[in-house]
Every structure is written in structure tokens, then in C-alpha cells.
């Protein structure tokens, strides 16, 4: 009888031991489906691990040859920023994939610029790259240039639509559009408003709007029934009066238009002259 029992007792544990085993093995497949090599970058969110070049050129990166143009040159390195922010890649690969880019004069600026670096520090960072670039192509004479046409900035002849595209475009290059939004959108209303026609800017002074998207909407709205009022006061201009019809000369062989003609110093009616040629002829014909 006691033989008996330690028999199942045995068998027992050995089933145990056998469903635990094949328990781990199950579980240990699907740590293995989930983490592969246990680098599981798209489910951790480490994004750390290198990337190929070829990768990164897939999606067809702007390429930079150089311009005399500090806004293209700017519209480029955000253009690249944004590229390598998007496909995640790592910071440290920052500069060589965006100086891969660079073409023509560019890639000559940029070796020589290499060259002097590395003499200083053994890597060059996304920053101390930003930092020559904008040296190069974007100083800061220029972008204080582009500060003071900014604060000079009045809508003249534009349409609303184009001098708000000139005043965001100045914007993103003045020092005191930087950082949090919510801290210059006051000032940025201000300097709107101030620039606009003075038709608009009595209209919407009252307002006391401080939203800049909600300032600009007010404005084109303004700016249209302004320019709908404008059109049908034309259009009552022209319509000829009710009577009009009554100021209408007659059209006929017997109409005599009194003009005035020029003899010598005297001015005298058509009507007159010719009465006086009347008179004449029938006198010389007595």
C-alpha cells in the first residue's frame, strides 16, 4: 500500500514538473517573438540604435548647394531638422547625415569648416553645426535686417492675405518671437493691428483681440465687406438716372446743337453765326 502511494506520488510530480516545462518553453517563445534579439525599439520607444544612411535616404531629404539667400538657407535647415526628426534618428547621427546633404558650395564650406573643428573638439554636435551654418549663410547682420523690416512693416497696397504671409514670414526671425508662443502673441497682435490700412485698423482696434489667429480671420472679414460695400457703391454710380432719358438730346436733320465758335477774339453760338450768314446773302440779293 505504501508502495502504491510514493508510485502516484512520483508520477505527480513528474507530470508537474513536465507542465512546467512546457509552460516556460510557451512563455519563453513569446518573449522571443516579442523582443526578437531583445532590442525591441519600436515597443520601448529607444530610438538610440544607429540607422543606416541608405534608410535615411529613402525619403528623399532636401539637399543644400548654397544660396546667397538667408531665407532659403534657413527654410533648408528646417526642412533637414524636420527630415530627422521624423525618422527618429539618433542626435549623434545629426551631422552626418545632414552635411551628407550638402552640395557644391556647401560641401566645400563644410570641409574646411571640418577641418578647423575637429582641430578643437573630436566630435561636432547638431548645435556647433547649427551655430556655423547660420554664421555662414544666415548672419546676424541679416537677421537684424530682417528685425527692423519687421517693426517697419505696414500693409500699403497688400490685401490682408499677403501682409499677413510678410509679417509671419518676419516673424520667425525676430528675437522676440522665440520660445512660448503664449508669451509674445500679445505683442504680436499689437504690431499687426499698428500695421494695418487705418480703414481696418479703426474697425478692429476696439476689439481688443489678442488671439493672432483669431485677429487675422477678424481682419479678412473686414477687409471683404469692406470691399463688397466698396463695389456696390460703384455700381449705384453708374446707373443712369430715372429720367436720364429726358437729358437725352433729339436725334434728327433739324437738330441744331448751340456751340460755341471761335472768330478772331469773339466767340459767338453756331446758331447766331449762322443766322447772320442768312442775312447777309439775302441782303447782297437785293
Known sequence: MAEAVRETATATTRAIDRLGERNGDRNGGRNGERGGDGNDNEGNGN????????????????????TLVATEADNWFR???KSLRAQHVPER?????????LEGEAEHWWHGVQRLLRQVVEEIDWDTFKEEFYKKYFPRI?????EMELMQLTQGNMSVAEYTRKFEDLCRFSKICQGNPDDFEEWKCLKYKGGLCEELMHSLVALQIQNFAELVNRSQLVEDCTKKVAAAK????????KNFNRY????????????????GNQQVSNLSARDNIDRQGRDTGK
Not at 93 to 101: E, G, H
Not at 235 to 241: D, G, I, T, V, Y
Open 234 to 241: 460703384m455700381s449705384r454710380q453708374e446707373l443712369p438716372p
Open 142 to 146: 541679416v537677421r537684424d535686417a530682417k
Open 47 to 66: 530610438h538610440d540604435n544607429p540607422m543606416t544612411l541608405a534608410t535615411f535616404l529613402k525619403v528623399n531629404s532636401p539637399k543644400f548647394k548654397g
Open 79 to 81: 526642412g533637414i531638422e
Open 248 to 263: 437725352i438730346a433729339p436725334q434728327g436733320r433739324d437738330f441744331k446743337m448751340n456751340r460755341t465758335l471761335s472768330y
Open 93 to 101: 547621427q545629426y551631422v552626418k547625415f545632414a552635411t551628407y546633404m
